[in-house]
């Protein structure tokens, strides 16, 4: 064989196994980093999509409290939460109850007992929560309302904070939580100043938080926080 079929036939060969393993360990690796991209991906779309679900359960949670309604006829509310016909006040934790994991209910809505009072009527007298047992399983579409109701929020809890500035003697400043805790409330942190011009104290403000918490599947506990302060205007009767 002539030195110029032998370097034809060398430049024709296939790769040596020393050179198919080399190629499939470089292909391995970058395999591992396209798969270790993907996770982190697929963990940053689930954060996103649960932190907008959370939002979205505390704005909606926040909003009904908003809406609730508060008269005090004597402008003693403070001093006489008995007194049903002059003394209406809606945002009471009674109302406003905690949702643990598997509890938060959307489809049939918040559900109350009402009363009516001195001629007003439907004054929220407590919340009711909505269980598996207030659907209708026996239908098929009772069935769907559940699965497809605790799908999307199974993992969420919704806790439900109300401070009243006319439980404490000095001005409130600023009320927020601690923790969060997983699988209970958090604490409560209400800082006070003496009144002043600027920051007098008063009577008539509730600080309400709402805090929406989940886990994600690896166990690691995340929270939505958001508050208002809803001033009541006290009517005379």
Known sequence: MTRQRARILRSQAGMSLAEAVVAIGIFGIALL???TLLISTIRTSELARDTATARFLAVHRLE?????????GNRDGWLDPNDACTDIDE?????????DYGEVDLLNGTRFNYRSCAAIPDIKQSGIKVTRADYDLS???GRHDWEVNHAQYAKFRREVYIV????????IVRVTLDGPRADS????????ESPSAANPATNYVKYVLVRVKWKDSHGQVHHVTLSTEKAFYIPEF
């Not at 009904?64 to 005090?72: H, L």
């Not at 945002?91 to 949702?99: G, K, L, R, S, T």
């Not at 009243?164 to 001005?171: G, L, Q």
């Open 139 to 141: 239908t098929a579409q």
């Open 91 to 99: 945002v009471i934790p009674a109302n406003w109850f905690d949702e």
């Open 185 to 192: 409330r958090d604490n409560v942190i209400v800082e006070t």
């Open 164 to 171: 009243d500035s006319a439980d404490y003697t000095d001005a």
């Open 64 to 72: 009904q409290i908003k809406n609730a309604r508060y008269r005090d």
């Open 33 to 35: 980093g396209l798969n």
